[in-house]
Each structure stands twice: as C-alpha cells, then as structure tokens.
C-alpha cells in the first residue's frame, strides 16, 4: 500500500501522529468489522458473542467478516454493519443534547444510512429524524436502510443542503459527516488512495465550508452542530473548526473521553474541540469529529400548510386493521401509498412534503384496492405491523430462497397475505394461493450473490 507522500508530509505537525505506526497500521492488512444491532428488533443479549464498542452502547466488533449479504437477519434490519469509530456520534449527541425529549434532528449527507440509523436507535420515540441525501443516485439506498431498520418517525430527502436554509430555526440537532477526502479509508479501502490528492483536499474543504453555511439556519438557537469526517487532513478537519467559530456565533462543546478508548482530543487555534480516531490507537478507522452550540437568534419559521394529503377515513380504517395500535400515529398519502406518521410531527411532515423533496415519509403501509390493502415491503419490515397478522417461518435456506426472489415451494393451508419470517424476524410479503405462492421480494433488493 504506497501511501501518499504529500499526506504523510502535511500530518508531521499533527499532534500524536506517529509516522511509523500509520504506515505499518496500513501495511498490516488488519481489516476491523463492527455491526451495530437494532435495539428494535432484537436484544442486546443476541449478538455473535463479540466484544463491544467502548464508546457505543449497541456497537460490537466481530472476530471475522461473515457473508452478511447471506444472512436473512441482516435484511430483516435486526443490524447495520457500520465502521467502529464512526459509531462515537452516539457520544457526541448524548453529551450534548438530553435525548429523553422530543428532538427535531437532521442527518443532511445520511447515505447509505449509517448515521441516520444510529440517531433512530438513541433518540427518543417522540423525536422525528429528518434524513437528507443530496446525490440523487444514492437516495434509493438510503432509503432501503432506512426502511430496513423499521421506525416510523423519519423522513427521507433528496436536496442540496442550500435548500435547508429557508426552514429557520427548525432542527435542534443538525450533523454534518460531509464528504471529504477519505484518506481515513485507506486501510478499508486501497482503492480510495487513487482518487486522493493534495487538490482534493482543498476542495473538499471549500464544500464543507459551503455545506455548514448553507445549513447554519436551520438549526435553532442552542441548537447543536455536530461535523465529522473520515479524512485526516487539517484542511478538512480542525482549520475547517477554525472557520465555523470566525464566521458563525458557535461555542465550541468539549466531549467527556474515557482514557483506555485512546481518542485523542485536540484544540484549533480558535479554541475548538475536535476528536481524531488514529487507526493504530484504536480498533476503527480514520475519523475526525467536534461538536458546536449556536450561540445565534434565529427568525421563527411559520409552517403553513397549503394542502393536506390525506387519505379517506374509509381507506384509514382499512389500512389500520394492519397495524398493531394508532395510538398517536397519523395518516397521510404519498402519492397513491398511504403512510403511518407519528402524529405528534403530522403538522411538521407535511409542510417538509410541500417545501422539500421527500422520497419517504414515516412507514408506507400500502395503496387500497377493492377495500383491502396492497401491503408494501416497508410494512412488513416495520415495527407498527399487526403481531395477529399469518406468518410463514422459514429455514435458511427457504429464507435465502425467498430473498433471491425464487420460487418457493412450501405447505400452507391458509390463503392470502403472509409474512416470510426467519427467527421471528420479518422478511417481506408473501401471497398463498393454494397450490403455489407469489414472492412479493422487492426486485431491487433480491440478493444475486451466489451461494457460498
């Protein structure tokens, strides 16, 4: 692995870089695998017996890297596979932010959905998670996370940040982990080092700078910033603190670290606190993350509605046979599908429907036809669906059947809609029709990898 010079170079000044220890780090060939559960869906008791993230209450590193692809649990959404060190934004927010109360939070460059799905996990019930993907491209994955991981009180964007300006004072939690130039990805990723260089360093900076001001609006006052990335540079990292304390009212918010997680804490010029993993110090990869507080007044936004999308309050009844309770939930259409929404945020979400680009909004139950409902994937996966309703239980092998999108060949003398479970964990939709059963597998999600 030939690291670049200019890198190696620019980190001397670096404090606690140790030249010899990042090259051998790097020419070790030690690859780090860390899952983190969906406390959702399955306890923290059933993990594969790993040790666990010491600055994560649900994260845990795995002795070897299992075909996750080839696991049914992880399409159930019971687990993201997500980098260790990346994981410390749960201490971030927990530091910062009482997490007991009802939260409006942005996750602005959320794909694949790492992030957003940990925010899901640590903020409470009653909180809403605005998850934004700018690149068009990578919203669909994004949202398949998101889904994957069952809750109801998120929404998906696809905007450029700027487009978050005009929502003044909204959020109370805005996290920035911007694209950068991905020098703390090397050992995960070779090839990362061939699209790396000194140029790309600079400009990746110039958006970070770009991205926390197009942002800086909509988070309310003493409202919390957090900024990460997975880069190394200072460019990227403590000059970019320095530029948000120059040009933005904040107060730089410094972390509690526990000494044995070996992160080390270091200050910008400003005075701002900032946290670099350094791969050979801990068992991650290479992160950099610092927390802010807005220390700014900020114009209230009046959300005014111009249209209501909701369904009739037959099509509600029908579809709400499907749900366990709608106790505070709410209903709204996203285009023909009728969505479950918390309704403490029903205001809120549609006013974000008539100002943002939103790709999914809370769970889609499904669209009604001939008085009964269609049922879409995301209600399968979702933790509002109806425990009474018919299951299949299958094996691995018919499970990994089922997710290819094969046919499967099972006894069941019920007919009608049921669910594909796999150790008590939902799968997707199935349709018994006697004599055979219609996959109702997403097409876009069917596993293709061949068998081991």
């Known amino acids: 692995m030939n690291l670049p010079i200019f890198l190696i170079n620019s980190l001397s000044k670096v404090k606690n870089f140790d030249e010899a220890a990042f090259i051998n780090i ?26 666990s993230v010491p600055w994560s209450s649900l994260g845990y590193y795995l002795q070897s890297r299992p075909s996750f692809t080839l696991d049914p649990l992880f399409h159930a959404g019971t687990y993201y596979v997500q980098e260790a060190s990346s994981m410390f934004l749960e201490q971030a927010v927990k530091q910062t932010t009482d997490t007991s109360q009802p939260l ?7 794909a694949p959905g790492g992030k957003s799905t940990l925010l899901q996990s640590i903020i409470s019930k009653e909180s809403l998670l605005v998850s934004n993907e700018v690149i068009q491209s990578r919203v669909n994955i994004l949202k ?3 889904i994957k991981w069952g809750s109801s009180n998120v929404v998906v964007t696809n905007n450029d ?9 909204l959020f109370d939690i805005v996290v920035i982990d911007a694209p950068c130039s991905g020098s703390g990805l090397f050992r995960r990723d070779p090839e990362a080092i061939n699209e790396w260089s000194e140029a790309n360093v600079q400009l990746c900076s110039q958006r970070q700078q770009r991205i926390i001001a197009d942002a800086w609006n909509c988070l309310k006052e003493d409202g919390v910033l957090i900024y990460s990335t997975c880069s190394y540079s200072t460019e990227e990292d403590e000059e970019l603190l320095d530029w948000t304390v120059q040009r933005l009212k904040v107060e730089g918010i410094r972390l509690k670290v526990e000494q044995e997680w070996n992160i080390d804490e270091v200050q910008s010029a400003t005075g701002a606190y900032g946290y670099r993993f350094w791969p050979y110090k801990v068992k991650g990869e ?3 993350i610092a927390a802010f507080r807005k220390k700014e007044a900020t114009d209230e936004l009046r959300m005014k509605i111009k249209k209501e999308t909701v369904p009739s309050k037959q099509d509600i009844q029908i579809a709400a046979k499907w749900l366990q309770s709608t106790e505070d939930i709410s209903f709204i259409l996203q285009g023909q599908n009728i969505a479950a929404i918390p309704a403490a945020w029903h205001h809120t979400i549609q006013f974000l429907m008539q100002e943002l680009k939103v790709r999914y909004a809370g769970t889609e139950l499904g669209t009604i036809a001939k008085n009964d409902l269609l049922p879409e994937h995301a209600l399968a996966l979702s933790t509002l669906i109806n425990q009474h309703i018919f299951f299949v239980e299958l094996n691995e092998e018919q499970a990994l059947t089922y997710l290819r999108k094969n046919d499967l060949h099972i006894d069941a003398s019920q007919k009608g809609w049921a669910l594909a479970r796999y150790k008590g964990m939902n799968l997707g939709w199935m349709k018994l029709l006697g004599n055979r059963i219609n996959n109702y597998y997403p097409k876009e999600y069917r596993i293709l990898k061949a068998p081991l």
């Open 286 to 288: 290479g992160f950099f």
């Open 104 to 110: 409006l939070v942005l996750d602005l460059c959320a």
């Open 161 to 169: 940040p700027k487009d978050f300006t005009k929502l003044s004072g």
């Open 26 to 51: 790097h020419q070790s060939g030690e690859q780090i695998t860390s899952i983190r559960i969906n406390p959702a869906k399955q306890s923290i008791s059933t993990p594969l017996r790993a040790a």
């Open 144 to 146: 398949e996370n998101i």
